[in-house]
C-alpha cells in the first residue's frame, strides 16, 4: 500500500516540513502521495506534484480548509485514509494538532516525532528529552506517525512530476471556527528553517543587552534569533524564540550558543545542528560537551569582538 503526507502549505506553497516529511514516507515503502488541503491551493499542489519521489498529489480544494481548522483537516484525511497504509504529518504545530485527531478517528496509536524508519512498521523515537532512543513498532493497519523534520533531509523540490488528482472536500465540522489570527512579522529567517541560528541565555542579564549584545551578531551572519526557557521566561525574548524541548526543534547549519548553559531541555531542541559554537565563562556548562567549537570567556567581550572580526 502506499503512504500518504499530509502537506504543510499556505495555499499557495509549500512550507520546508513537507519535504522531510516525503523522504520519511519514501522509507515506509510504496508510493507516495501527497494531500493538499486547503483553498485556491493550486500552486501547493503543483510545487507537491514537482517533488522527487511523489507519484500522486490529491487536491482537496474549498473554503471550509481555507484556514486548515484541525477538525476539518483531520475529516479530510479519514475520508481518504483507507487507501493507505501509512499517514504521515510534520511534527510542527499544525501537525501535532491534526494527526492526534485522525489516530482518534481511525481507532489506532500514534507513533509521534519519527526520527527514523527502520522497517515500514518500526520507528525511532527520542524519548527523556533525547537521551534516550526508543524503538517502537506499529500493529495498526494504519500507521498515524509525525515525523522530526530534523531527523530526514529534504526532498528534493524538483525532478518529479506526479498527477494532481482533485478530490471531494468534507463538509464542515462545526466544531470549531477561525475567529483571527495575530501573526509576527520577521525580515530573520523563520527559526525551523533558518541555516543559522544565534542563540541567547539568561546570563546576558535582561532584553536591553540580549538585543544589544546578539542582534548584532545575527545581522553579520544573516541567523535567526533564538533564546533558551530560561531566557524566555525571565522576558529577555519573546515565546516564538525560545529553543528546547519545549519550544522549537532547530539543526541549523550553525547554531551559536551564547551565555546558554545547556539545560537537557534545550539540548533536545539543538543539538542536531551540523556545528555547534558555545560561547561561556563557565568552564563546566553542559554545554561545552555537545559543542564542536567552545570559547570560555565573558560573552559581553567575545561577541563584541567576534562581531569587529567579521
Not at 507513533?111 to 522497517?119: E, F, L, P, R
Not at 553542559?286 to 570560555?296: C, K, M, Q, T
Amino acid at each position: 500500500m502506499a503512504a500518504l503526507v499530509i502537506a504543510e502549505h499556505d495555499h499557495g506553497t509549500l512550507k520546508g516540513a513537507t519535504f522531510n516529511t516525503v523522504t520519511a514516507a519514501l522509507q515506509c515503502g510504496g508510493e507516495v502521495h501527497v494531500l493538499i488541503a486547503g483553498a485556491n491551493a493550486g500552486g501547493a499542489a503543483q510545487a507537491a506534484a514537482q517533488i522527487a519521489g511523489v507519484a500522486k498529489v490529491l487536491l482537496a480544494d474549498s473554503p471550509v480548509l481555507a484556514e486548515q481548522l484541525a477538525e476539518n483537516v483531520a475529516a479530510q484525511v479519514v475520508a481518504v485514509a483507507g487507501a493507505y497504509s501509512h499517514l504521515l504529518f510534520p511534527a510542527t504545530a499544525h501537525g501535532k494538532n491534526v494527526a492526534p485527531r485522525v489516530a482518534a478517528l481511525l481507532d489506532v496509536a500514534q507513533i509521534s516525532d519519527a526520527t527514523k524508519v527502520v522497517t515500514p512498521d518500526t520507528f525511532e523515537r527520542p524519548i527523556y528529552a533525547g537521551n534516550a532512543i526508543a524503538t517502537v513498532q506499529s500493529l495498526d493497519a494504519t500507521t498515524v506517525l509525525t515525523v522530526r523534520t530534523t531527523g530526514f533531509d529534504a526532498a528534493a523540490a524538483s525532478g518529479g512530476n506526479a498527477p494532481v488528482e482533485t478530490l471531494a472536500a468534507v463538509a464542515d465540522s462545526g466544531l470549531s471556527a477561525f475567529l483571527g489570527s495575530e501573526i509576527a512579522k520577521s525580515d530573520r529567517p523563520e527559526l525551523t528553517a533558518a541555516k543559522i541560528i544565534v542563540s541567547g541565555g539568561r546570563a546576558l542579564g535582561s532584553s536591553d543587552k540580549f538585543n544589544a549584545v546578539l542582534t548584532p551578531l545575527a545581522d553579520k551572519l544573516g541567523a535567526a534569533l533564538g533564546a533558551s526557557r530560561a531566557a524566555v521566561d525571565a522576558g529577555y525574548a519573546p515565546n516564538d524564540w525560545q529553543v528546547g524541548q519545549t519550544g522549537k526543534i532547530v539543526a541549523p547549519q550553525l547554531y551559536v550558543a551564547v551565555g546558554i548553559s545547556g539545560a537537557i531541555q534545550h539540548l533536545a531542541g539543538m543539538k542536531d545542528s551540523k556545528v555547534i559554537v558555545a560561547i561561556n565563562k563557565d568552564p563546566e556548562a553542559p554545554i561545552f560537551s555537545v559543542a564542536d567549537y567552545g570559547l570560555e570567556a565573558d560573552l559581553f567581550t567575545a561577541v563584541p569582538e567576534l562581531i569587529e572580526k567579521l
